[in-house]
Structure formats: structure tokens, C-alpha cells
């Protein structure tokens, strides 16, 4: 399974930016993302089961960011709004087929390769 995110972007402190992520295959796959600061841990911002109808979020995010997917499962969108600067970080896109754990980032098996998000203050 490869992923390939795109949406990233330099933004102001309360803009919006869509972040998307495409799977190159269907599946029972659940999609999510996390994200990773400079000289910080990736973390865990939000997922989606494969049927669009369970969301997790990260506390800081809960409100604020919203992931859904497309009818097909292939592709997963990341809302993004009111961002601040400590949502600056590279975005990973993900992608597990059993769906558990999906606040951890080793549960996951299939990472794309990262979309930038600088938000200024």
C-alpha cells in the first residue's frame, strides 16, 4: 500500500488548510495522520475506520480539525481549521488494516511521506 499526501502549506495563525491523502489501494483499511515538530515525537492527530463511521482525535486538535473519507475508502481529508503555530509540523498520513490502537503510532503499518505545515504568528 502506498500513500500519497498533499495540502501543506505556510499559513497564519487562524487559517485553514485541507490536507489529503491518497491510498493506492481499496481495503478495509483505516487512515489517519500524525504529525512531527522539530526535536519532538511524532504524535498522534486524528484517524478514521475503513467505514467512515468511528473518528479519534488528539486532545489538542478535538474541535478544531476534522478527518473524513471518500465513498471509495481510498482517500482520507484532514480539515484544519483555526490552526496555531504549535500545529506547525510535517504531517504523515497513515494506514492499518486491523484498526486498533489508532492513538499509537506502531500500530500503524503504512506511512506516506509527509506534507509541511507552517503556521506563523
Known amino acids: 500500500v502506498q500513500l500519497q499526501a498533499s495540502g501543506g502549506g505556510l499559513v497564519q495563525a487562524g487559517d485553514s488548510l485541507r490536507l489529503s491523502c491518497r491510498m493506492s489501494r481499496r481495503g478495509a483499511y483505516s487512515m489517519g495522520w500524525f504529525r512531527q515538530a522539530p526535536g519532538k515525537e511524532r504524535e498522534f492527530v486524528g484517524a478514521v475506520d475503513y467505514a467512515g463511521s468511528r473518528t479519534w482525535y488528539a486532545v489538542s486538535v478535538k474541535g478544531r480539525f476534522t478527518i473524513s473519507r471518500d465513498t471509495a475508502a481510498t482517500a482520507v481529508v484532514l480539515q484544519m481549521n483555526n490552526l496555531k503555530p504549535e500545529d506547525t509540523a510535517v504531517y504523515y498520513c497513515?494506514?492499518?488494516?486491523?484498526?486498533?490502537?489508532?492513538?499509537?503510532?506502531?500500530?500503524?503499518?503504512?506511512w506516506g511521506q509527509g506534507t509541511q505545515v507552517t503556521v506563523s504568528s
Open positions: 497513515t494506514a492499518q488494516l486491523a484498526g486498533a490502537s489508532p492513538m499509537v503510532a506502531s500500530a500503524w503499518g503504512y
